[in-house]
């Protein structure tokens, strides 16, 4: 069985996510005994894509770059992607750029946040994100969600329930030592206790709602560590600064207060990064999985997430699950974990048996490899 799975977003000014789910979902079909053939799909680049999102299996380019390719395959329905890599028995879309139907078709949908918060996103990506909507709802035969909320996002959207199959994603397992972390910790000249949060800069994000709840905290004996890279629309101007003490940072000295912006870093320094954190806050205001948390969860972190959303599906009950639209809310669950170190604790080895127990790469790959079985016939 020979599978092509788009993999452009690995190219992406900000990949985000779902890069990160697609390589995952890649990387976990080819630790199985007898991996499909996968070949990737990508436009034209001049450039290899940089890490941590180099592919793991030879990638094909289509000879146009990103944006003819993207406008030919949502208005023109071409080019066909196997004049890149040849036939195959199924295509996987792995984002939201959905090539025409030369093959039987699966389309993964990550979350449909435009039809939640369309002000949230650029009018251009409103309409790439609607166009992308319609040609799977009228072409895919099978379409991949990685929770139970985005599969129930689908069927308000007008997919059938009989094409949906729920696919999670999984992390690596692999626990950061206390050592390295503690190491990575001082590299970055972090207080000895942190609250962290990982992510893109923008507006689902819901940054404005922690940066809020840590003011109303005002504590002065740890930090609120920001990792990840500037997305768009995050409302925060240049506050955030890049790295060191931001400039919101700066503006609550009076207090004592510091706000870290570290920006992107590494995965292994991220890993790291969560393992050494006394919490790990991820408020989004809608997620179509939250892979930050259950990576925090891998490393035994204890986390404060949204009961809305995946999130919660994720976290389940080793998560203290709040409100993102009250601050008061997110600083009250921020001080209780705080102020009790061993109920963190309880709640951070809770979360990683949860991890290991229901979120593995063998249950993405068995049912990944169930929906390509299903498109191949």
């Not at 790295?243 to 991220?270: C, I, M, N, P, T």
């Amino acid at each position: 069985m020979r599978v092509a799975i788009t993999l452009e977003q690995c190219w992406h000014r900000v990949p985000g996510g779902t890069a990160t789910a697609a390589l995952g979902c890649v990387e976990a079909l080819g630790r199985l005994p007898a991996p499909p053939e996968m070949v990737g799909v990508s436009a034209w680049h001049r450039n290899p894509a940089g890490e941590p999102f180099v592919p793991g299996i030879s990638v094909e380019a289509v000879r146009l770059p990103r944006a003819a390719l993207y406008w030919g395959w949502h208005q023109m329905r071409r080019p066909s992607l196997e004049r890149a890599v040849g036939p195959v028995d199924a295509i996987h879309a792995t984002g939201m750029a959905v090539p025409p139907r030369t093959a039987p078709l699966a389309v993964t949908v990550n979350d449909l946040a435009f039809l939640r918060h369309p002000d949230h996103f650029t009018p251009r990506g409103v309409r790439f994100f609607a166009r992308s909507l319609d040609l799977t709802r009228t072409e895919a035969d099978l379409v991949v969600c990685p929770s139970q909320h985005t599969a129930d996002d689908c069927a308000r959207a007008g997919i059938d329930g009989d094409r949906v199959r729920l696919v999670p994603y999984w992390a690596d397992d692999r626990l950061v030592s206390l050592g390295e972390a503690d190491e990575v910790r001082r590299r970055f000249g972090l207080a000895d206790r942190f609250v962290l949060w990982v992510g893109t800069a923008e507006p689902r994000k819901n940054l404005a709602g922690l940066l809020e709840a840590w003011r109303m905290l005002g504590r002065t004996a740890e930090d609120l560590v920001l990792v990840g890279p500037k997305g768009w629309k995050s409302g925060l101007g240049g506050e955030l600064g890049s790295s060191g003490q931001s400039g919101l940072g700066a503006s609550l000295g009076s207090s004592g207060q510091s706000v870290r912006r570290l920006g992107f870093v590494a995965e292994a320094d991220k890993r790291a990064l969560m393992r050494a954190a006394a919490v790990v806050c991820f408020p989004s205001l809608t997620e179509g999985f939250g892979l930050p948390v259950l990576e925090a969860m891998v490393q035994g972190a204890p986390v404060v997430t949204s009961a809305v959303g995946a999130t919660a599906e994720v976290a389940g009950p080793t998560g203290v699950l709040v409100d993102p639209s009250r601050s008061q809310e997110i600083a009250e669950a921020l001080a209780g974990l705080l102020d009790d170190p061993d109920d963190a604790a309880r709640l951070g080895k809770q979360g990683r048996e949860r991890a290991l127990a229901e979120f593995t790469w063998q249950r993405t790959a068995s049912g990944l490899l169930d929906v390509y079985r299903e498109l191949a016939g």
